[in-house]
């Protein structure tokens, strides 16, 4: 029945119009009535248009989360109260690459290190998680970043790769 219901999602539910459209709201609780039935997701979601996840056996999404138009993610741990915004990556695995003397198509994948996030976290547009990370409790993620160190609670980080611009309890930034 999994299966049925996975290629269903893909087929179909993944590609039914965002919430913002008439009927959103339908769109949306068919959505994530089936993907509750294939991943952990909590309750009160919004899960948009073009949703695509990689590993659904190390998926967990919580409550009052919104993820926006074709978000994708390998494998993560995502708290309560969480914004993902359009076109995001959360990886969990990459390539492996120590040998040179084996091209790197054939050396295989690193193995599945999800990504945790931790609760009110807002995530901006086109930013890349790589595997393993950490999003602290009530953290900001730039547009565009690619976060590729653990993120403290309440930071603001941004930047190719990320780094933090402040901290959202003060004003004060770091150097």
Request: glycine fraction near 10%; include cysteine.
């Amino acid at each position: 029945m999994k299966r049925v219901l996975l290629f269903l999602y893909f087929l179909i539910f993944r590609n039914l119009p965002s919430s913002y459209f008439p009927m959103g709201r339908l769109f949306n609780s068919l959505r994530v009535g089936v993907l509750q039935k294939l991943v952990t997701v909590g309750r009160n979601n919004v899960i948009q248009k073009g949703f695509r996840f990689g590993m659904k056996d190390a998926l967990t999404i919580g409550d009052n989360c919104q993820i926006n138009e074709d978000v994708y993610i390998q494998s993560a741990i995502i708290g309560n109260y969480v914004l993902i915004a359009q076109n995001v990556s959360l990886l969990a695995v990459t390539h492996k690459f120590d040998s040179i003397d084996v091209p790197i198509i054939m050396q295989g994948s690193t193995k599945p290190d999800p990504v945790i996030i931790e609760d009110d976290v807002w995530i901006g547009r086109n930013v890349v998680v790589m595997p393993g990370i950490r999003l602290g409790k009530g953290s900001i993620i730039g547009t565009g970043a690619v976060v590729t160190k653990n993120v403290p609670p309440y930071a603001i980080v941004g930047g190719v790769p990320a780094k933090i611009i402040r901290y959202r309890n003060n004003n004060v930034t770091e150097q």
